[in-house]
């Protein structure tokens, strides 16, 4: 019998790892447990929806399930009574659940309304079926952070409702944005703009908008050439002036407080690091500061600190980390590819050092209800391609209910 | 004819169409298929055709995979004279001033050492709505006919 390797979390870290084992030992019996009914994590949930392109990495995980033998455990969330049995059923469990808590400013006032997390905003924008409603936004938007999902946020905010076609926005979220008050957003990072997280093609992506009027402070020379590009796409946008929303780039300044008047937010106070505070008014504030472990997610952190050895992803025997949950929230697909793979080869080396247990594998599953596979995926995935509107390439169905009715209905007729 | 599928990648595209293209051509020639990252400028030779498979990234840079390939042509003497190739892009028109830089690069990298480049070079566009493969395999099969003129006697 083969061994059997459990990866918890469908999303590119899981499916990387599955690919560079099934691509070493086409044998071995590999399952991705998810605790959506749909797979691929943040490529369906945090790409963003007018980034297609880089969803097309999913055809490659399509490819697991389709000819490789992977199998698609949906709809099961691991916790931790279910993952002792996990543990028990399979040679080696991978946890690669991701991280999906906005990280929070720690300073006065983010609990006022009118303060969001990038997280939970763009899982609403995206239709992630445990997503809140779409916030109520105001006029004025002080965005704090200097990443990409940052910028994925002032873009989306920023384009026109034409620009957003082909991208798979589902209706709510399209008429949330064509219908925003919103009239001015001030971008703010921490470090100087050389330093900033962003990559510079997202910065000269923002020079093809047409309804905004972009600000962008002088900005330094610097000796760094990866800084360089970015002062350089920077100065590139500096000027722009297509329609009536304004953008401002802000750099070098550390939130300090989040001020209000009653529950409401009124401004956004920002120190220099020399002494010096300024004041944003302001009546919505968006955090994309990073992510960190939610509820879903094991006992994350403990779980790392205590790894056996974190670099290769062994937190104890039998037990390995990939992507975001091993390596914190940061890094692209392609690191998470890079990463899985190293995760990979330490699973099979341990499993030439260990003697087969005969682990029983995938036939925990049996007799367990509410699975969805990846048939049912699927189903899912055509249903959500047939029913995509005018000027959109899918229609996301947006909660776990209509995604499993798709389920059962298909079910009854087979 | 014997082949070499050479690829380079970064989040695994341009590695699936490669093993893809080599499953397309494995009935009728002799195929390998080799990450960028796995060769040397030296390890080139002019008993066999190249296909390049390659992606772009940042701003209309090699993908991480083929790095080291390129700065090791930039520093080497190598001749590729007598080499022959042809090549394949993977990128995203949403990158429009850099779209599939990265294919031309490495075109350019080996024609600057001498090799003779097979056909146009085609590339896919992840935005756009062609399977890659619906586009790399009758590419693929145009080159290798072309280079069969030229490599007839060596392969
Ligand atoms: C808003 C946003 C935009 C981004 N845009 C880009 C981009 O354009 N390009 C790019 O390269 N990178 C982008 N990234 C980064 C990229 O998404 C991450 O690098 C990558 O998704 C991390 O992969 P992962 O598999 O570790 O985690 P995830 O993608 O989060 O996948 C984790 C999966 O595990 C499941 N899960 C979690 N807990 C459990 C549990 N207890 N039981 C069962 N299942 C569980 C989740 O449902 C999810 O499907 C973006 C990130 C964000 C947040
Ligand atoms: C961060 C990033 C930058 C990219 N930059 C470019 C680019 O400048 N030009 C281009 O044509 N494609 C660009 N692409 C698109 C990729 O080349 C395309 O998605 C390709 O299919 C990836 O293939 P791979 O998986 O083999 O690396 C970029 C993609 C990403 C994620």
Redesign the pocket.
Known sequence: MSRSVAI????????FVAQALLKADPDLQVDL????PV??????????AD?QG?KGVVRQFARLFERQGARFVGN????AALLVEVQNAYDAVVL?????QDRRLGIPGEDLSGVHG??AV?RALYDHPDADALPQLGRRVVLVGNG??AI??LRLLAKSPEELDGSDLGAVASEWLANSPVENITIVGRSPAEQAKFDAVMIKELGKLSGVSITVPDLPDTDSPDGAKKIDALRGLAGLSGGPKSIAFRFGMTPVAIEGEGTRVTGMRFSDGAGAQTLLPCDTVLTAVG?GA?P???DRDRRVAEALDDGAGCLAPGLYA?????RG?R??????RADAQAVAARILSDFERQPEAGKPGHAMWQGRGGIVNYADWQRIDRAELAGAADGRCRHKISTRAEMLAIVAKTEETT | MKIAILYGTE?GNAEMLAEDIMAELEGAHEVTCANLSDIAPADISDDRFYLLVCSTYGDGDLPASAQPFAESMDGSDVSLAGVHFAVFGLGDSEYDETYNNGSFRLAELMTAKGATQIGERVVHDASGSDLAEDIAFPWAEAVVAQASEHLGQAA
């Open positions: 918890i979390g469908a999303g590119p870290s899981g499916c447990i998810d605790r959506l797979p691929y994590g943040l490529v369906r949930y945090g790409v963003a980034h880089t099961v969330e691991i916790d690669a659940g991701g991280l999906s990038a997280g763009t990409n999902v994925d946020l992510f939610g879903e997610a094991l990939a992507g975001w949950f091993k929230p890094g692209t697909i392609p690191d998470n | 989040t």
